[in-house]
């Protein structure tokens, strides 16, 4: 009889394997760090009147030293001495903070259902959760504007069920209230697949087991049903956080000259200012802030796997 050894092929380098590695590497290198270089190269540069908006310029290695030495980090000195882009920064983390709460306390009820509805019924409703995908994202904005101007519909029903007076309105549109109802309602799907994922694999015995030993059904929920759909919590927050932090076009069109988020003004710095240096330092130090949710969100993840 032939040995182990002898059946079984010599470990060879497998060039395949090695291809299937490289693919998300080599996407990450071409579509995150190099962009993010380039960004972080222009914040260092000074803001000049040409095409493109800075400088220095980089014009090869051979004049590499004076490139280096006309780098500085004052735009991000002017950041950290400017309130109002420290205020930007802490309004941004306020209202993502707030609104994947609010995520969180609507989806969490609507994946539960969704995760202990009929088997055959379960599809149509993940199809219906998804369903506003089918439509852009900026109609559906605009959407909300019709229905939370001044003369908009929700005054049009609260004036038809006797809420309100002919003469009133409701005051919603360009307030902090209706960028909290555009972010949720953009959002909602983000929060509840995750969460449906979590709770549809969760054995359903061990809350009947729970019932049997007296356990009343609040404290199994709190014992049994949230710890184990943690993962889909964590997962579901950070993909709501980390974009309502940058979010842009929901503050500017329902949000008003008092909401102040970062992804407008580093839209304004942009295009409005046409100062690309700092605001591109805005956007490094953005990025910065959003490491540290990304990197949570990493480490749940290969606690799962």
Not at 44 to 51: D, F, G, K, N, R
Not at 163 to 191: C, E, H, K, N, W
Not at 213 to 220: D, M, N
Not at 255 to 273: H, P, Q, R, S
């Amino acid at each position: 009889m032939a040995s182990v050894s002898e059946t079984q092929p010599a470990n060879k380098p497998n060039p395949a394997r090695w291809l299937v590695v490289a693919v998300p590497y080599v996407w990450l290198l071409l579509f995150f760090a190099a962009p993010f270089l380039i960004i972080f190269k222009i914040s260092l540069s000074e803001t000049a009147i040409a095409m493109p908006p800075y400088t220095p310029l980089f014009q090869g290695f051979g004049a590499f030293g004076d490139f280096v030495s006309e780098l500085d980090f004052d735009n991000y000195l002017f950041l950290t001495g400017d309130p109002l882009y420290i205020e930007a920064y802490l309004s941004s983390l306020r209202i993502a903070v707030i609104s994947t709460f609010l995520l969180l306390l609507i989806g969490y009820p609507m994946a539960l259902a969704m995760a202990r509805a009929p088997t055959m019924l379960r599809p149509t409703l993940v199809m219906l959760v998804i369903l506003p995908f089918w439509t852009s994202f900026l109609i559906r904005v605009y959407a909300w504007i019709g229905i939370l101007k001044p003369d908009g519909l929700l005054t049009l029903l609260f004036r038809s069920v006797g809420l309100l007076g002919v003469d009133d309105q409701v005051q919603i549109l360009r307030t902090d209230y209706a960028v909290f109802i555009g972010i949720v309602y953009s959002y909602l799907p983000f929060m509840v697949l995750p969460l449906y994922s979590a709770l549809e694999k969760m054995d359903n015995t061990l809350l009947e087991a729970a019932s049997d030993l007296g356990c009343p059904p609040w404290k199994a929920f709190w014992k049994i049903t949230f710890p184990l759909s943690l993962p889909g919590v964590i997962a579901g927050s950070m993909i709501c956080f980390i974009p309502i932090t940058g979010e842009f076009v929901i503050p500017d069109l329902l949000g008003g000259a008092d909401t102040l988020m970062i992804g407008k003004t580093l839209w304004t710095e942009f295009f409005g200012n046409r100062d690309w240096p700092l605001a591109s330092a805005v956007a490094v130090i953005l990025l910065i802030m959003l490491v540290v949710p990304i990197m949570i969100f990493q480490n749940q993840q290969k606690k799962v796997a």
